[in-house]
């Protein structure tokens, strides 16, 4: 079967950092996105990752492990905008994306 | 870029009517787009792929009769809700990959459908 898991819910403060992990068991993989998508709007690309390690990319960076079936996205220097949900998906090619349910991140002064 | 519109963004029709979305790439073509629904709280629900100039293939579950999907040029996708009931009140989103570069889906700013 397919199944990407992610918390449902996460706080953290303003200016600190957070990790979203998201674990995935798939039939098959090519890549695994980060979206991020704010209430009642469509949701935004953020990262792709095609190998194992970290990519950074200003504030955010996004790791993948392959072997775990495993990734985080780092979000650093928290901002209230920052509030969202963040989307975990895979590519698992020939056009399919899977999707998590999504994790709400909740940032507070 | 890889920008993405949908029109309308809103849209409240009466039970049995039948409403269309379209969802256009602005600055690229796109062979293939996708449409989701999204019901509150909830992740992104595959309901077909489209693929111009040929069928739509949908998902398990989704009716085809009911969701009407044209993609009659590059791009251009529609969805049609035929005879909407209250219950397919929900965010319809659609999104496009690049000719050539399917990995990322960059989606449109979604619909928000109210049947009363």
């Known amino acids: 079967g397919q199944n990407i898991d992610q918390p449902t819910e996460m706080t953290a403060t303003e200016g600190a950092i957070v990790q979203i992990n998201c674990t995935y068991q798939t039939s098959g993989f090519n890549g695994l996105f980060w979206y991020q998508q704010h209430a009642g709007e469509a949701p935004t690309f953020l990262s792709y990752?095609?190998?194992?390690g970290l990519e950074e990319k200003g504030r955010f960076s996004s790791f993948l492990s392959r072997s775990k079936g495993y990734s985080y996205l780092l979000l650093k220097e928290l901002q209230m905008k920052d509030s969202a949900s963040y989307l975990c998906?895979?590519?698992?090619?020939?056009?399919?994306?899977?999707f998590g349910a999504g994790t709400r991140l909740f940032v507070k002064a | 870029g890889a920008v993405v519109s949908q029109h309308p963004s809103r849209v409240i029709c009466k039970s049995g009517t039948s409403v269309k979305i379209e969802c256009r790439s602005l600055d690229f073509q796109a062979t293939t787009m996708f449409w989701y629904r999204q019901f509150p709280k909830k992740s992104l629900m595959l309901m077909a792929t489209s693929n111009e100039g040929s069928k739509a293939t949908y998902e398990q579950g989704v009716e085809k009769d009911k969701f009407l999907i044209n993609h009659a040029s590059l791009t251009l996708s529609t969805l049609t809700v035929t005879s909407a009931h209250p219950e397919d009140s929900s965010f319809y989103i659609c999104?496009?990959?690049?000719?050539?570069?399917?990995?990322?889906?960059?989606f449109g700013p979604g619909t928000r459908l109210l049947v009363l």
């Open positions: 990752n095609v190998l194992d």
């Open positions: 999104s496009a990959t690049k000719t050539g570069l399917e990995e990322t889906q960059y």
């Open positions: 998906a895979v590519y698992t090619g020939g056009f399919k994306t899977i």
